[in-house]
């Protein structure tokens, strides 16, 4: 179908590609993969026909059509509805329509056997090419990626460039070209769009490349990996999972040839030194010398699968409850988001926040962050530090700052290996940490508040799409981050691989009201489709409820419930009191238990140890009632 042969490309000085080959077949489904900055989208660019080759050929099947979905396409914009805009795809459909309607036009004075002819003809064409559903064709796939009904007949200028992402991509996907690229295309999806256009691609009549982030993605839709790796394009059989297990076994055997090799040449080379100053010997180890010049030597692999180790020192621990929220209502106009719902996290908690984009999610962590208003009551727990990840957040970078800098300010104690080692898990490799933050792009700037979210000693987090501009591997490094994190999360992404790997909890909007799937996201996909036929619904969020002493009901004393509202919050504030102390007390002890004069003194060690141990349990302890305290509150308010 399409033969890459012998091709290399250099940007300037520098070699994407170099003396390498692919052979594209008819009807392969191939996820293109690689580090960032390997030049996955360049050689997407290179097969469209936009890049010229610097040596070697392409060639391809005679009228080869090709359909390529690239992020310049974010910047189209037009005056026409965005049904219009996808049923551009249908060029030859829509000029025989066009040319019926001027034929149509012409019978209202011509009735002659030529126009009915002609008519007919126009009319037997189009219905040969299925025009008379090209536009349900159109509003099928439009609204299989997320556009509502009512949303077709709006202008596309109207729209997010990730919105009218979503239109070329409806276009692309209208043409059924024979070879379809498709460079990121979940980047602008949410979850319910990226299913169903996994099943669109599933069963797609073509040859598609793709290049994508989105593990589960690649694994729903490809048969075949092709790996860009130090210049050259290698391919495996399978889908990720499999060219995952695949790599490894080739790393594996490549890393044993080399060191094989390696104790082969060692040998010889301690053969050549012994023998080459002895007349008798010197022809022998001439001939071991050349061999040894023309042997092809094997390169050890490097090991890509980097491990960041980052220590999260909270400066205090949260109580049980993290924070509590009712919400009566929050909307936006006349658009209702939430209502009536309750929204409940707990010390322990790694929620994904899941679902379709414009029912609330974002809106949702900023409700929780208290940077959106909303009609209700927020109730916060005990000792909470709390950080917030999202797009707006970068404006609380330092543009005068290198990127290293900005992260030394941020965490003074970490080293500055540690600092490295995370700036390069997020892409920034070499002399591109002493970049300022004001020339970096959008994308390079969310990495750098990602990263000092990463770095905070929050106790609490809340990640509004972190995987954004991540390639698989720093997904990975992200991962590897929050399993290690003790802390408790909210995250919002479309990343179901992520997900699988992180969270311990689904929420989901239904109704406008929050609902909770007590389980994993591999858990809670199963769920959904067992019972994908049947009426079945997980239970909004409800805070836990612990027994109160006193009830409350509608016949309660307005007065009796004031008052035991007000020896609650005393005694709340009494406690937290009592547990600053302790904790001043314990900082005292720490502080002695360091003094050089005083590890000397062994019977003052044993002493202060004792009483540190003391004070433990007695923070402990004050921290339980204080918790019992707090949820009758709740339970009050």
């Known amino acids: 179908m399409l033969v890459l042969n012998n091709i290399t490309f250099e940007f300037g000085a520098r070699a994407l590609f170099s003396e390498t080959s692919w052979h594209i077949k008819p009807n392969e489904k191939i996820g293109l993969i690689g580090a960032n900055g390997t030049g996955k989208s360049t050689l997407l660019r290179i097969i469209a026909g936009e890049y010229k080759l610097t040596s070697g050929t392409i060639t391809g099947r005679k009228n080869l059509s090709i359909g390529f979905l690239n992020q310049d396409l974010l910047s189209y914009q037009s005056n026409n509805s965005i049904l219009h805009v996808a049923m551009e795809a249908f060029e030859k459909e829509n000029k025989i329509h066009d040319e019926i309607e001027e034929v149509l036009l012409r019978l209202e004075h011509d009735h002659s056997e030529v126009t009915l002819n002609k008519l007919h003809h126009l009319q037997t064409e189009y219905d040969a090419l299925d025009g008379y559903n090209i536009q349900y064709k159109a509003e099928a796939i439009l609204e299989g990626l997320g556009f509502s009904t009512a949303d077709l007949k709006r202008p596309l200028k109207e729209f997010s460039g990730g919105w009218r992402m979503r239109v070329m991509l409806a276009k692309i996907l209208l043409t059924k070209p024979d070879l379809l690229l498709l460079d990121e295309p979940t980047n602008h999806l949410d979850l319910p769009s990226i299913q169903w256009i996994e099943e669109y691609l599933s069963e797609y ?195 005068e700052n290198d990127l290293m800098r900005e992260l030394q300010v941020h965490a003074p104690e970490q080293t500055d290996g540690t600092l490295r080692a995370l700036l390069g898990a997020f892409l920034f490799s070499g002399d591109d940490v002493f970049k300022k933050i004001k020339v970096l792009s959008g994308g390079e700037k969310s990495r750098v508040a990602l990263a000092k979210t990463i770095l905070t000693k929050a106790n609490f987090l809340l990640l509004d799409e972190p995987t954004n501009h991540l390639d698989i591997q720093s997904v990975n490094i992200l991962i590897q981050v929050l399993r290690k994190y003790e802390g408790s999360y909210v995250i919002v992404s479309h990343d179901r691989f992520f997900l699988a790997e992180v969270a311990n909890k689904i929420w989901y909007i239904e109704d406008h009201k929050l609902k909770e799937y007590p389980g994993t996201y591999d858990e809670y996909e199963m769920w959904v489709e067992k019972n994908k036929n049947g009426a079945v619904s997980v239970k909004a969020v409800e805070p836990k409820k612990e027994n109160v002493e006193v009830k409350i009901n509608g016949k309660q004393n307005e007065k009796e419930l004031k008052k035991q509202k007000q020896q609650l919050n005393q005694t709340v504030n009494t406690l937290e009191e009592k547990i600053e102390q302790l904790k001043k007390r314990k900082e005292n002890i720490v502080s002695q238990l360091s003094d050089e004069s005083v590890l000397k003194e062994h019977d003052k060690m044993k002493q202060l140890n004792l009483q540190l141990k003391v004070v433990d349990e007695d923070i402990k302890k004050m921290q339980t009632e204080w918790e019992q305290v707090y949820l009758k509150l709740m339970e009050i308010n």
């Open 205 to 399: 009549d073509g040859t598609i490349v793709i290049v994508s982030h989105d593990r589960y993605f690649l694994d729903g839709i490809v048969t075949k990996i092709v790996e860009v790796d130090n210049e050259k394009l290698i391919s495996y059989s399978g889908n990720y999972t499999f060219f995952l297990q695949e790599k490894a076994m080739r790393i594996e055997m490549q890393h044993s040839q080399f060191k094989n090799q390696e104790k082969y040449i060692k040998e010889q080379e301690k053969l050549i030194d012994r023998f080459r100053y002895k007349a008798s010997k010197a022809k022998f180890a001439q001939s071991r010398i050349k061999m040894l010049s023309k042997l092809e030597r094997i390169d050890d692999v490097e090991n890509n699968n980097a491990e960041i180790r980052i220590n999260f020192n909270f400066s205090q621990q949260p109580g049980r409850s993290i924070v509590q929220l009712h919400v009566k209502s929050k909307k936006y106009a006349e658009q209702v988001i939430f209502e009536n719902t309750d929204v409940s996290i707990e010390r322990g908690d790694k929620i994904a926040l899941i679902g379709a984009n414009g029912k609330g999610k974002s809106t949702l962590l900023r409700m929780i962050d208290g940077s959106e208003k909303f009609e209700g009551t927020t109730t916060p727990g005990y000792n909470i530090i709390q950080s917030f990840y999202a797009q707006h957040q970068l404006e609380s970078l330092h543009l």
